[in-house]
């Protein structure tokens, strides 16, 4: 039998054909064609190499695994706390003092013609925190706060008081 689509031979009891799956139908031989008929090249055959190449499996480097030590538990040892108590303070000592002067001394510094005001509260908080040291030991709290606030109040004070000078004797100077 013979497709009637791709013209190929179809095997005598197949339902479809094997070159394009057209269905196979049992017809009467077809009269010759006055054109010749296409057929399809054929596709070439492969052929297989006559030895395959043989490839040796990759090797891996060979090492040994390091030995690692496990870690030995040791149940741990707990100390007594250690309590570093801060010394009290004789009774008529405060660090209060200390710590509002230098709030003042930073607040007026900061001023501009106000700044020498800053320099003497600054100058009185640091007054009071040696005084503090002096009593207690040393310094802790707000007398340590007030000493650190009545330092950086003395340095803006000093700093801006000589500003306003210049400020002053520049004025002074252009009006006489």
């Known amino acids: ?8 031979e179809i095997p005598e009891g197949a339902k479809f054909c094997i070159n394009c799956g057209n269905a196979a139908v049992a017809a009467e031989p077809a009269p ?11 596709q070439p055959a492969y052929e297989a190499p006559q030895q395959q190449p043989v490839y040796a499996a990759p090797q891996q480097p060979q090492y040994q695994q390091p030995q690692y030590q496990q870690p030995q538990y040791q149940q741990p040892q707990y100390q007594q706390p ?11 000592v405060s660090g209060k003092p200390a710590l ?9 510094a900061c001023t501009f013609y106000l700044s020498f005001l800053g320099i003497i509260f600054s100058a009185i908080g640091l007054g009071k925190a040696k005084a503090f040291r002096a009593a207690a030991g040393q310094l802790y ?9 009545a330092t950086i109040g003395l340095i803006v004070g000093i700093i801006m008081t000589v ?11 252009e009006y006489a």
């Open 100 to 108: 509002t002067f230098g709030i003042l001394g930073i607040i007026f």
């Open 32 to 42: 010759q064609p006055e054109q010749p008929v296409y057929e399809a090249p054929q």
């Open 1 to 8: 039998m013979i497709c009637t689509k791709c013209g190929a």
């Open 82 to 92: 250690t309590y570093y108590a801060q010394p009290a303070p004789n009774p008529g």
């Open 141 to 149: 709290g707000p007398a340590k706060v007030g000493k650190i606030l």
């Open 163 to 173: 500003i306003c000078l210049i400020v002053v004797i520049g004025l002074i100077a």
